[in-house]
């Protein structure tokens, strides 16, 4: 099994940062993706950031793209979302994942393994 923490969550102003961290313990992959989604109230969980772990590669949706950074500490147990220009539109419960035998961080929920608990991000205007 893999236990994924996330932490970091908060109240920020519009304009703000906020870092979201994503601890990762447990049985480990040769070859594995982590992905950051969130969800709203009312909303269906969407994927923000992924980093693929060997390629380093990473992708994001649209809508976060210049403001939003996904990394990893090179120890890859730990996925930082750093998160910038905030905007109200941004809060939501944000949840990091893990998929399993794949080096590709896709943006589809069911393709993931694992997932955390998840931490709140709320935006003020």
């Known amino acids: 099994q893999v236990q994924l923490v996330e932490s970091g969550g908060g109240l920020v102003q519009a304009g703000g940062s906020l870092r979201l961290s994503c601890a990762a313990s447990?049985?480990?992959?040769?070859?594995?993706?982590m992905g950051w989604f969130r969800q709203a109230p009312g909303k269906e969980r969407e994927f923000v950031a992924g980093?693929?772990?060997?390629?380093?590669?990473?992708n994001y949706v649209d809508s976060v793209k210049g403001r939003f950074t996904v990394s990893r500490t090179n120890a890859g147990n730990t996925v930082y979302l750093q998160m910038n220009s905030l905007k109200p539109e941004d809060t939501a419960l944000y949840y990091c994942?893990?998929?399993?035998?794949?080096?590709?961080?896709?943006?589809?929920?069911?393709?993931?393994?694992?997932w955390g608990q998840g931490t709140q991000v709320t935006v003020s205007s």
């Open positions: 980093i693929g772990w060997s390629a380093f590669s990473t």
């Open positions: 447990g049985r480990t992959f040769s070859r594995y993706a």
């Open positions: 994942a893990l998929r399993q035998g794949t080096y590709y961080s896709g943006p589809t929920p069911d393709e993931y393994d694992y």
